[in-house]
């Protein structure tokens, strides 16, 4: 197995322990600024050792600059796949009660602001559709909208391509540092 794979399931696997162990302790369940923070070291992680033991077996002087973007991406890419599916799996089966919350305290809100005659009309002017409809059918017109933007399905598809575009990008970043810092001496 190459090795910027194996860097990519370790620290996938080593991610999805933590979230689960923040779980089972019941620790930031509410919070998703310090896991997701934890996920991008990760990913971060993932991409540079991949890329450095890539370019240890490769030779420290040799391939170019998009190879080297390439071997970051072979570590980049699964793990964005597997944390992707690992979320999936976690807030659909594993803890939907967060989903549930979100979307309760989202509509709450809705409900709050609904109150006000004023955010109704303004309602009302940005979308012709809402015009014709009684503010009880405006309100389940938001709870679905609301409810399948918190479904596990659309942050499947958001954390994945999230995460794709985050790893290119450290990958050209990476790429760069090791080729005119970390290991500028190998390069001609």
Known sequence: MRPALKSALFFALTWSLIKMAFFYLGVLQDDIFIPGLI????????????????KKK????EGTALSDIKHSMIAGAPYALLVAIFMFFYYSDINPDYVEKRITDRMDLVYNAMERESYVDSLKVQSQEYKVLTNEEIY?????????AYSPRALLTFSLLGLMILGFT???FITAIFRKILLRDYYK
């Open 170 to 172: 450290y990958s050209i």
């Open 58 to 61: 490769e030779g420290f002087g």
């Open 140 to 148: 389940s017109e938001i709870r679905v909208s609301t409810v399948s």
């Open 39 to 54: 996920n991008n070291l990760f990913l971060l992680t993932a991409i540079s050792i991949g890329l450095y033991y890539e």
